[in-house]
């Protein structure tokens, strides 16, 4: 059915989570996996207000440290995918909008799913904060697949 999944990954707890999801998916479904990270380019950050400059931070240590990030973060899927015997690759991009990345990196691997976790926010709390998730949905020419995340409440 599924022959090569793109999981995305922003490092975060939850993420990690819909990660270890998706590569127990691809395993049972025969598949394999490209991790994905998605940067954004310097000049994101930046602001009308030059807030990068507050930091002061230049683009070449901005470009260091996502680099470091990224090979972190697609490391943890790497991993896990060895362990659970499914073949992985990884692939870290830069991109103004995330859920374009996302998209754009499927397509361009021939991925014919996205598995990408979601914190199942409604209302006015995915309003004010967005998603990436259902940016995805609405922009991807692919299946994706929608892995609810658990949140510990207990913080």
């Known amino acids: ?8 990954t922003d490092g975060s ?3 990690a989570q819909a990660a270890n999801a998706g590569v127990c998916f691809a395993r049972s479904v025969g598949a394999e996996v490209v991790a994905l990270y998605v940067t954004q380019p310097f000049a ?5 207000d030059g807030m990068a400059a507050a930091y ?21 899927v790497l991993d896990r995918a060895e362990t659970a015997g499914v073949k992985a690759t990884s692939r870290a991009v ?23 976790g979601s914190h199942g926010r409604s209302g006015l709390s995915r309003l004010l904060l967005g998603s990436v998730t259902a940016k995805v949905l609405s922009l991807a020419h ?10 510990d409440k207990e913080k």
């Open 1 to 8: 059915m599924f022959k090569k999944i793109l999981i995305p």
């Open 13 to 15: 707890p939850l993420s």
């Open 44 to 48: 994101a950050t930046i602001g009308f």
């Open 56 to 76: 002061a931070i230049t683009d070449e240590d901005y470009e260091k440290a996502s680099g470091e990030q990224s090979t972190r973060y697609l490391k943890l």
């Open 94 to 116: 830069s991109n103004f909008n995330v859920a374009d990345g996302i998209v754009q990196a499927a397509e361009e691997t021939g991925c014919d799913l996205i598995f990408i």
């Open 142 to 151: 692919t299946g994706v697949l929608v892995y609810r995340v658990k949140e």
